[in-house]
């Protein structure tokens, strides 16, 4: 009986333990998200997410791509993440109507899996020089770097190197079904899903090794962009950029010419900072951003200069060359709306010359009220008024003044200046 007992509860044991023993051994992979231009913030957010796939041992980590290009040195940081990742770095180019270009193809390229999504395409790696122009022979030296580059990592990884060097020289594309034609990616992939089921068994050969890929069944974890990454993601676009410049003039000056206000200038500091931040990743072309720091000059000026609108008109061509040159990329993503440069413009030419003007104006004029306000104010001697002092009428009160000449009672006097409570007159030329 005891011998029949243990039999069953060691059944029971092992029955229960293989569940168990199972969903051990249930892997994770890890999915992110990049969609837009590869800077340094989308470059941060791969590097993290690689190296968390790699503590937690996951099987694989995916990211879904879709960019028109960006910063070389970006995508070589990403370039490096991925070959010297121990987890398997499958990138996707998804959804539908996604693209891998410029430095896209690097990264793609690079995958120890390759795939893309139907209505994708791929391509287009001629490097652009960032905010500067290229003469023949830099020009060429870039290119034969890159041509290089992309070569080695297509051959390291088995793909068609000679199409990689195309894409680099001649800026080739393909779609997914040529590129998976030519060897460019090793798979076409409705959804994530299917892909994951796909891949499974094949072997790929990673720092650690070769690896068989075992995600047939895994649990699949998306690794949401932080916020401090998608903040960094946002103000690195170019329209967005320039709005924070501008914002951050505006509120620089307001304090300027409003000492104490602290808010306008606390907030103008930080949007220049986070503008100037942006522009480390943007084809800056200065002389565009002079001309519009001295399109804002012009505007100042204009409040103070009777120039019957010829510094304003000037302010305006100056500020809307300089916004059309401020971003000097082939690339139209690294480049300025005409739609968001024309209203800026307008309304900045608007808030200097007419909302400024006004408070300037308003500056100019006169006190009325206060002690400032009797300079010049007119009244009457109401005493015999010397050096040693006499009382005058001014708009109804009573006033103890004194003057350098002597003035008869009854006569009309203007004020001077006025001295705490006492008043300097002189004889009023109005009879």
Request: without cysteine; aromatic residues 6%.
């Amino acid at each position: 009986m005891l011998k029949r007992t243990l039999a069953l509860l060691t059944f029971l044991s092992l029955f229960l333990a293989v569940p168990l023993f199972s969903q051990e051994q249930k892997k994770d992979v890890f999915v992110i998200t990049v969609s837009g231009v590869i800077n340094p913030a989308s470059a941060e957010y791969i590097s993290k997410s690689i190296k968390k796939a790699n503590e937690k041992r996951s099987e694989a980590i995916v990211i879904e791509l879709d960019t028109p290009g960006g910063l070389d040195t970006s995508m070589r940081d990403i370039v490096k993440n991925i070959i010297g990742s121990e987890a398997p770095v499958i990138v996707y180019v998804s959804p539908s109507g996604a693209r891998a270009a410029s430095a896209g193809v690097f990264i793609t390229l690079s995958a120890h899996v390759a795939a893309m999504s139907p209505g994708t395409n791929i391509g287009s790696a001629h490097p652009v020089g960032v905010g500067e122009k290229m003469d023949k022979v830099m020009s060429e030296k870039v290119t034969n770097d890159a041509a290089a580059y992309i070569k080695s990592l297509a051959e390291k990884t088995g793909r068609n190197a000679k199409w990689a060097e195309d894409a680099v020289r001649k800026s080739v594309s393909a779609t997914e079904d040529e590129a998976l034609k030519l060897k460019i990616i090793d798979i076409v992939s409705d959804n994530l899903n299917v892909l994951l089921s796909t891949i499974d068994g094949k072997k790929v050969k990673t720092v650690m090794g070769e690896k068989i890929l075992k995600t047939a069944h895994v649990n699949v974890i998306r690794e949401e962009m932080s916020l401090r990454h998608k903040i960094l993601n946002f103000i690195t676009d170019p329209n967005v950029a320039y709005m924070l410049m501008l914002l951050g003039f505006y509120g620089l000056f307001f304090e300027l010419t409003n000492p104490g206000a602290i808010f306008p200038g606390v907030i103008g500091g930080i949007f220049l900072i986070l503008a100037f931040y942006a522009f480390q990743t943007l084809p800056v072309n200065y002389a565009g951003l002079l001309l519009i720091i001295l399109a804002i000059i012009l505007f100042i000026l204009e409040i103070k200069i009777v120039s019957h609108g010829v510094l304003t008109i000037g302010g305006v061509v100056s500020m809307l060359l300089g916004s059309l040159m401020l971003f000097e990329s082939p690339g139209p993503f690294m480049k300025l709306s005409l739609a968001l440069i024309l209203p800026a413009v307008v309304m900045t030419a608007l808030f200097f010359t007419i909302v400024l003007g006004l408070v300037y104006k308003a500056y100019k004029r006169k006190p009325v009220t206060g002690s400032e306000g009797l300079v010049g104010l007119e009244g009457i001697a109401s005493t015999d008024i010397t050096k040693e002092g006499g009382m005058v009428s001014l708009h109804g009160e009573i006033w103890s003044a004194y003057s350098d000449e002597t003035i008869s009672k009854g006569e009309k006097i203007v004020v001077e200046s006025v001295s705490g409570l006492r008043v300097k007159v002189r004889r009023s030329n109005n009879k």
